[in-house]
């Protein structure tokens, strides 16, 4: 599963809201085929935000579930896809962060 929260700062939010909508599908796809997760595990959100001007406009945040294939370094290169991918969708600079949840505590209901 991966959760993932989209924040871009509100004034440039108007200008991508488009563009970054229509990125969601094949990201969903990349995220699925990369961390061999189906369709219904994931969940996105895309909110406006304030931001302060020194920060990166667009911040992805993703938690996903550990698993053995799940290494550091492949997810770097997951969160290098990502950013690539939103990146392109709303003309800036994109920072990612990823967060590995506790399976034992995490709790779904869908």
Not at 50 to 61: F, K, S, T
Request: one cysteine or more; charged letters at 25%; aromatic letters at 4%.
């Amino acid at each position: 599963m991966p959760n993932v929260k989209i924040f871009v700062e509100e004034r440039l939010y108007p200008v991508v809201r488009e563009p970054l909508a229509k990125a969601l599908g094949p990201v969903r796809e990349m995220l699925c085929a990369e961390l061999a997760v189906d369709v219904p595990a994931c969940q996105f959100a895309v909110m406006p935000v304030g931001a302060m001007a020194d920060l990166p406009l667009v911040n992805v945040e993703m938690a996903i579930l550990p698993r053995p294939e799940r290494t550091r370094d492949r997810v770097l290169a997951v969160c290098g896809l990502l950013r690539d991918m939103i990146g392109s969708a709303t003309g800036t600079h994109v920072a990612v962060r990823v967060t590995a949840l506790d399976p034992e505590t995490y709790v779904a209901l869908k």
